[in-house]
């Protein structure tokens, strides 16, 4: 994939196309929203920091794209990403989580990403020390016979038992007889003992701890952590495993964690992307009282608001603004109005998008043509058993279908039905193979087996067939 800061809207757009059918609109007005944040950031006048992000409401049926939308998203835009459910925050002041705790997540997230290419980064240099430590534990000080007190049973090739000049050369060639079998893989299997770092000490609880700040606490076990002095533990394992252990250990070494923190705040801030989901569930509603949960509601929302706005949130790697996080909300509004949230925050998500609800000829699409279709999926799953599955034009036709007819006649839950229905579908075959359906068979699905197998279900309309 091109680097995404060139990537155009329409560009955006086709990326989407790949992974979500339909809903062009919120394609659309997602793709502007992340093209204009490398507009921003390549502005030179002062200007620049005055240009907020145009947040996003979707507002959809559930299972309709909104949640995907949002994550390709990210994906494309290779940006820190979280999503977190309205419902789950409490006011300020109530047992919960607070709103802030969606920030320090993103830059949790920041912190992950960074670490990850920088240990990329660092992978050959790491992996050349962590070699120079398995030979270490392979070959232990010098001795008269060093080969042999490594305790392996392979012996070196006759040109490395000629005399040696000295123990140093002697030495030498030996680490470079082991170093080639290691490269190999002849050594894969070969226990050695490595010494692994442990934690700076347990974790510290403290009497009434829910009442202190959920940063301070954080910080604090960071301090009493990094005071502890971390000791050393033995482990014999195989050169295969240290390897892996190792590798993340030196990696860990050679990245400066400063610099990770610095980048990663600095990405969270310009690329950061918070999808708020459920926002209707903290939406008044159309009856309006005098208390009780509704209070609590709007409490939520204007905890919300200064974030959205822009405000300064600490975190355990520094202080992170949000003035140019890029906020997607969505709901299904089913009982609630995007008119029920309180003006001030209906007015920080200037761009709404309603999602269509998916039709029978959007299921057929989704069942053929996204990446990673169910179809394709399922196709994977028998291949790993070596068994072929095919499903013909009209048994896409009736899995649409039929998954159409139950959303409309029990409750509408989107793209989610087909993988209920496609589930009730091969679940027998998925439970035959390999011991009654052997390897290198061919499974063909047809309309008729489709009905035979699903028409029951729509005609009794058994709602506990379909819970999710």
């Known amino acids: 994939m091109m680097d995404p800061k060139y990537l155009t809207p329409r560009q955006i757009v086709e990326e989407l196309d ?12 997602v793709a502007i929203a992340l093209r204009n944040r490398w507009r921003r950031m390549n502005i030179q006048s002062d200007i620049q920091s005055e240009i907020v992000p145009n947040n996003i409401l979707l507002i959809g049926a559930t299972g309709v794209g909104k949640t995907e939308i949002a994550r390709r998203l990210a994906k494309i835009a290779d940006a820190p990403f979280v999503k977190v459910e309205a419902s789950k925050f ?24 960074v670490k990850a290419k920088k240990k990329e980064e660092v992978k050959e240099k790491a992996a050349q020390a962590v070699e120079e430590i398995i030979l270490d534990a392979l070959i232990p000080p010098m001795r008269q ?16 038992l000629d005399v040696p000049s000295s123990d140093t050369e002697l030495n030498e060639r030996t680490r470079n007889h082991f170093r080639e079998k290691i490269k190999n893989g002849e050594l894969e299997d070969r226990k050695i003992d490595i010494s692994i770092k442990g934690s700076g000490g347990p974790n510290v609880g403290m009497v009434g701890a829910g009442m202190m700040d959920e940063v301070s606490m954080m910080n604090l076990q960071e301090m009493i952590s990094g005071m502890m002095p971390k000791k050393s533990k033995k482990r014999k394992v195989t050169v295969a495993e240290a390897r892996k252990i190792l590798l993340e250990e030196e990696a860990s070494k050679l990245i400066d964690m400063d610099e990770v923190k610095d980048e990663a705040i600095k990405r969270a801030e310009e690329a950061g992307i918070i999808f708020i989901d459920e926002i209707d569930k903290i939406a008044s509603g159309s009856k309006k009282g005098g208390g009780g949960p509704d ?50 925050l209906q007015g920080r998500f200037p761009i709404r998008v309603e999602l269509n609800n998916l039709t029978k000829e959007d299921f057929i699409r989704i069942l053929r043509e996204p990446k990673n279709a169910l179809t394709k999926q399922y196709q994977a799953l028998f291949e790993a058993e070596g068994v072929k599955i095919t499903f013909t034009d009209d048994a896409i036709d009736e899995i649409a279908d039929t998954a159409f007819k139950i959303n409309a006649e029990l409750e509408n839950i989107g793209a989610r039905r087909l993988h209920t229905v496609i589930s009730k ?44």
């Open 18 to 29: 790949k992974y979500i059918i339909g809903q062009y609109e919120a394609k659309r007005n």
């Open 90 to 113: 409490t006011e300020v002041g109530y047992v919960g989580r607070d709103v802030e705790s969606m920030v320090r997540d993103l830059v949790e997230q920041s912190v992950n990403l």
């Open 145 to 160: 016979q060093p080969v042999r007190s490594a305790g392996l049973s392979a012996q070196p090739e006759p040109s490395t």
């Open 295 to 344: 209070v609590s509601r709007e409490g939520v929302q204007r905890d919300l608001l200064p974030i959205v706005e822009g405000s300064t949130v600490n975190t355990k790697y520094g202080v992170i603004k949000t003035d140019h996080v890029l906020f997607v909300a969505a709901g299904a509004f089913h009982t609630a109005k995007p008119s029920d949230l309180i003006p001030e």
């Open 425 to 468: 579908l091969l679940n027998e075959f998925l439970f035959d193979v390999p011991d009654k359906i052997a390897e290198n068979a061919h499974i063909t699905i047809n309309a008729e087996m489709v009905k035979s197998k699903l028409d029951d279900l729509v005609k009794n309309r058994d709602l506990s067939e379909y819970i999710l």
